[in-house]
């Protein structure tokens, strides 16, 4: 009997290597999630550390999520990094937006140079200039404030890499029959530009907002009352609290601070998809 066709195709085997490896490894960095989640929803009678772990709970219950939300200011934690985190995408996409703009489409004196400037700070760990930084918030006043905590979110150099690259690639065409129509440099950069853009602007807002509702090490820093801390920090307090006794709780509280930027993610990231910026042009 005559093998199946597929069976003799390399690139076959070859794309079938492939998915077995990824879905290899894409299992063992989802692990400790996974066990991060079930630990979350095993009752008080349950081994959390048992060996080999067990995966799936035998009398699931909401007991721990409800108990750590009692205990602590969950609520006031998940404000403050909401609205920390919007701020921060806000002005991120805003500044960004603003500085790529002129460094992909205008003609000026130095702009490869303040470019390469720009790019090359991305190789500037955020250790070394954390405590100028903290200086700086101390020396305005920004200390527990939400502007304190918002202030190294402000701009990104990799926002405006990741921006300028997406400016250059709009075809002239369009920006050349908007200024033929009498619209102004910032009426070309809102009304042509960021549409043209809008991919590159959810994939930045996605990476700012990741980063920011995940950030431990600058709010810690600048912030010394608890009713301003972020999820990261109140899982930490909340850890530090319980002094390891309770890891239900722990696990609960921390399932509660990713399930929103998951969330989040799965929402947006439909718009992270290739659009054609010159499909406005007729030839």
Same mark, same amino acid.
């Given at each position: 009997?005559?093998?199946?066709?597929?069976?003799?195709?390399?690139?076959?085997?070859?794309?079938?290597?492939?998915?077995?490896?990824?879905?290899?490894?894409?299992?063992?960095?989802?692990?400790?999630?996974?066990?991060?989640?079930?630990?979350?929803?095993?009752?008080?009678?349950?081994?959390?550390?048992?060996?080999?772990?067990?995966?799936?709970?035998?009398?699931?219950?909401?007991?721990?999520?409800?108990?750590?939300?009692?205990?602590?200011?969950?609520?006031?934690?998940?404000?403050?990094?909401?609205?920390?985190?919007?701020?921060?995408?806000?002005?991120?996409?805003?500044?960004?937006?603003?500085?790529?703009?002129?460094?992909?489409?205008?003609?000026?004196?130095?702009?490869?140079?303040?470019?390469?400037?720009?790019? %090359?700070?991305?190789? $500037?760990?955020?250790?070394? =200039?954390?405590?100028?930084? &903290? /200086?700086?918030?101390?020396?305005? +006043?920004?200390?527990?404030?939400?502007?304190?905590?918002?202030?190294?979110?402000?701009?990104?150099?990799?926002?405006?890499?990741?921006?300028?690259?997406?400016?250059?690639?709009?075809?002239?065409?369009?920006?050349?029959?908007?200024?033929?129509?009498?619209?102004?440099?910032?009426?070309?950069?809102?009304?042509?530009?960021?549409?043209?853009?809008?991919?590159?602007?959810?994939?930045?807002?996605?990476?700012?907002?990741?980063?920011?509702?995940?950030?431990?090490?600058?709010?810690?820093?600048?912030?010394?009352?608890?009713?301003?801390?972020?999820?990261?920090?109140?899982?930490?307090?909340?850890?530090?609290?319980?002094?390891?006794?309770?890891?239900?709780?722990?696990?609960?509280?921390?399932?509660? %601070?990713?399930?929103? $930027?998951?969330?989040?993610? =799965?929402?947006?990231?439909? &718009? /992270?998809?290739?659009?054609?910026? +010159?499909?406005?042009?007729?030839?």
């Amino acid at each position: 009997m005559p093998s199946s066709p597929w069976l003799q195709n390399k690139s076959f085997w070859q794309r079938l290597g492939t998915y077995t490896v990824m879905s290899a490894i894409a299992l063992v960095m989802l692990l400790p999630l996974l066990w991060l989640v079930s630990t979350a929803f095993k009752s008080a009678d349950e081994n959390i550390f048992q060996f080999p772990p067990q995966f799936i709970p035998q009398q699931p219950t909401f007991n721990n999520f409800v108990a750590v939300w009692q205990a602590n200011p969950f609520g006031r934690y998940f404000f403050n990094s909401t609205l920390v985190a919007g701020l921060s995408v806000i002005l991120n996409l805003l500044f960004c937006a603003l500085a790529a703009y002129p460094l992909a489409r205008l003609s000026f004196r130095g702009r490869e140079v303040i470019f390469s400037i720009i790019v %090359s700070t991305i190789m $500037i760990p955020f250790q070394i =200039v954390m405590i100028p930084l &903290y /200086i700086l918030t101390v020396q305005l +006043g920004l200390r527990n404030t939400y502007l304190g905590i918002i202030l190294p979110s402000l701009a990104s150099a990799f926002g405006i890499f990741l921006l300028r690259q997406a400016f250059q690639s709009v075809p002239k065409e369009l920006e050349e029959a908007a200024r033929m129509d009498g619209c102004s440099e910032l009426g070309i950069w809102w009304n042509v530009m960021i549409p043209a853009v809008r991919p590159a602007l959810v994939t930045l807002a996605i990476f700012v907002l990741i980063g920011s509702w995940s950030d431990f090490l600058w709010p810690l820093i600048v912030l010394d009352r608890p009713e301003m801390y972020t999820l990261p920090l109140g899982v930490a307090r909340l850890a530090g609290g319980l002094a390891g006794d309770d890891w239900r709780q722990i696990a609960a509280g921390s399932v509660i %601070s990713i399930v929103p $930027i998951i969330l989040v993610f =799965v929402v947006l990231q439909r &718009y /992270i998809v290739p659009t054609d910026s +010159g499909s406005g042009l007729k030839g």
